[in-house]
């Protein structure tokens, strides 16, 4: 028997990390203030897992400025897209074992 729990992603696993790739596969792309109102994440907690997914190269990031105010804005990457399908797949698997 398969051990579901070997498929789940380490990144993905903090609920956090997963409201945010939630958020990135639904939308074409988020800023950092809207990633903050939806995870409820404070400044330094969501900067700290935005760095942890895009060092996975989970999320790329681009930097502008809006009436001159700096915007950083999330999009995720086909390797995230892929990693959170992977991850959402053994968390179905696991559900499917336990009815058994």
Do not use: W
């Amino acid at each position: 028997m398969k051990n579901p729990f070997e498929h789940l992603d380490k990144i993905l696993e903090h609920r956090v990390r997963l409201q945010i790739m939630s958020v990135l596969i639904a939308s074409e792309s988020c800023d950092f203030n809207s990633l903050k109102e939806l995870s409820g994440a404070t400044d330094g907690s969501l900067a700290t897992h935005m760095k942890a997914l895009e060092k996975e190269k989970y999320v790329s990031i681009t930097k502008s400025f809006v009436d001159r105010k700096p915007n950083t804005r999330y999009k995720i990457t086909d390797r995230g897209r892929n990693a959170f399908r992977k991850h959402l797949d053994a968390l179905e698997a696991l559900v499917r074992q336990q009815k058994k």
